[in-house]
């Protein structure tokens, strides 16, 4: 049909006829009436009212101004890794200068879809399969561009190319599926073992902190168990100052010789009472039975110790201190009296 169409006696580019000359014609908006006086160019019809001489003014062609969408057949292609494709596209065009579109070409739509088809077969042949649709908007540019540069003698200019569909081998198709199959497993695989790393981080991050704040709870703990003993120390060291300061306060008052003497008495004989739950070995003195000698002995210790008390006390005091040793006497003979 196209080589009929472009056989018959009077070319019409996108017009179902040409208009006839009766002198006086109105030229639709977005079209140009190319008009040949006596078989040669004479000029180009503006939209609106226009004046022709009948006879010598023919009306040759007619060009659409607007936009126009051409499909541009089936076509197998091979791509550089020697895959066979079979792509159609739409291909969008615009007469750009009427006079060029008229005598440049004789089938503006056929040339420049057979450009489109070769450019597309050319370009397919540069990119791989997997590049095919991936790069779909940069092969369209370049179509785009190829027809441009051939297409500006005629007058026409390509706006867009788009590729409707790309059908692909069966058995290259089901190599794809595969693949895509794999490059999924192989994300699942990485993905769970991303996840077992990171899981795994997380669980040596928590014992790390928990280590930590173990340690820095223990170090607390020392801290204030230490602070605790010393603080119990210094009280006891206050409490044991003012036990002394009470018992040296005491000593200085009358009888207060009598009284620590018979307070070391005690101790001493207590003492010895405990040798034996101690240890099953014990060293005893020969004179076990007496215990009138081992308060004596005790008392001499002490008085050894307070010695030099005794000697600033006895001037002041001299009938107190042999008092308080008669009556210490007294109460020790009265001790032994009632033990035994």
Same mark, same amino acid.
């Given at each position: 049909?196209?080589?009929?169409?472009?056989?018959?006696?009077?070319?019409?580019?996108?017009?179902?006829?040409?208009?006839?000359?009766? $002198?006086? %014609? /109105?030229?639709?908006?977005?079209?140009?009436?190319?008009?040949?006086?006596?078989?040669? /160019?004479?000029?180009?019809?503006?939209?609106?009212?226009? /004046? =022709?001489?009948?006879?010598?003014?023919?009306?040759?062609?007619?060009?659409? =101004?607007?936009?126009?969408?051409?499909?541009?057949?089936?076509?197998?292609?091979?791509?550089?890794?020697?895959?066979?494709?079979?792509?159609?596209?739409?291909?969008?065009?615009?007469?750009?200068?009427?006079?060029?579109?008229?005598? $440049?070409?004789?089938?503006?739509?056929?040339?420049?879809?057979?450009?489109?088809?070769?450019?597309?077969?050319?370009?397919?042949?540069? =990119?791989?399969?997997?590049?095919? /649709?991936?790069?779909?908007?940069? %092969?369209?540019?370049?179509?785009?561009?190829?027809?441009?540069?051939?297409? #500006?003698?005629?007058?026409?200019?390509?706006?867009?190319?788009?590729?409707? #569909?790309?059908?692909?081998?069966?058995?290259?198709?089901?190599?794809?599926?595969? &693949?895509?199959?794999?490059?999924?497993?192989?994300?699942?695989?990485?993905?769970?073992?991303?996840?077992?790393?990171?899981?795994?981080?997380?669980?040596?991050?928590? &014992?790390?902190?928990? &280590?930590?704040?173990?340690?820095?709870?223990?170090?607390?703990?020392?801290?204030?168990?230490?602070?605790?003993?010393?603080?119990?120390?210094?009280?006891?060291?206050?409490?044991?100052?003012?036990?002394?300061?009470?018992?040296?306060?005491?000593?200085?008052?009358?009888?207060?010789?009598?009284?620590?003497? %018979?307070?070391?008495?005690?101790?001493?004989?207590?003492?010895?009472?405990?040798?034996?739950? #101690?240890?099953?070995?014990?060293?005893?003195?020969?004179?076990? $039975?007496?215990?009138?000698?081992?308060?004596?002995?005790?008392?001499?210790?002490?008085?050894?110790?307070?010695?030099?008390?005794?000697?600033?006390?006895?001037?002041?005091?001299?009938?107190?201190?042999?008092?308080?040793?008669?009556?210490?006497?007294?109460?020790?003979?009265?001790?032994?009296?009632?033990?035994?």
């Amino acid at each position: 049909l196209k080589r009929a169409a472009r056989l018959a006696p009077g070319p019409c580019r996108w017009n179902s006829g040409l208009p006839m000359n009766i $002198g006086v %014609l /109105f030229v639709p908006q977005q079209e140009a009436w190319v008009v040949e006086r006596m078989g040669k /160019f004479h000029r180009i019809l503006e939209p609106g009212l226009n /004046f =022709l001489i009948p006879l010598l003014d023919r009306i040759r062609y007619v060009q659409s =101004l607007k936009e126009i969408v051409i499909n541009v057949p089936e076509q197998s292609a091979v791509t550089l890794d020697n895959v066979t494709l079979q792509i159609d596209g739409v291909l969008y065009l615009r007469v750009m200068d009427p006079y060029k579109a008229s005598y $440049g070409v004789e089938d503006p739509e056929y040339a420049v879809t057979q450009l489109a088809q070769t450019t597309m077969r050319s370009e397919l042949g540069k =990119l791989s399969l997997d590049r095919v /649709f991936r790069e779909r908007e940069s %092969l369209n540019a370049s179509i785009v561009d190829a027809i441009n540069q051939a297409s #500006d003698c005629w007058g026409i200019r390509c706006l867009r190319y788009e590729i409707k #569909d790309i059908h692909v081998p069966p058995r290259v198709k089901e190599s794809m599926q595969m &693949q895509v199959e794999a490059e999924r497993r192989k994300r699942a695989t990485v993905l769970e073992s991303e996840g077992t790393r990171e899981s795994a981080i997380n669980v040596a991050e928590g &014992q790390k902190q928990a &280590q930590i704040l173990a340690s820095e709870a223990e170090k607390a703990e020392q801290i204030n168990k230490a602070a605790g003993e010393a603080n119990a120390m210094l009280v006891k060291a206050r409490a044991k100052a003012e036990a002394i300061q009470l018992l040296a306060a005491a000593l200085a008052q009358q009888h207060g010789n009598a009284a620590a003497s %018979l307070s070391v008495a005690e101790q001493y004989v207590n003492a010895f009472s405990k040798i034996a739950k #101690d240890s099953n070995t014990v060293l005893l003195p020969a004179n076990t $039975g007496d215990v009138t000698n081992m308060v004596a002995q005790a008392l001499g210790i002490y008085t050894t110790l307070t010695k030099p008390q005794a000697v600033k006390t006895q001037d002041e005091m001299p009938p107190a201190h042999e008092d308080s040793h008669s009556s210490a006497a007294e109460v020790l003979k009265a001790e032994q009296g009632s033990s035994s």
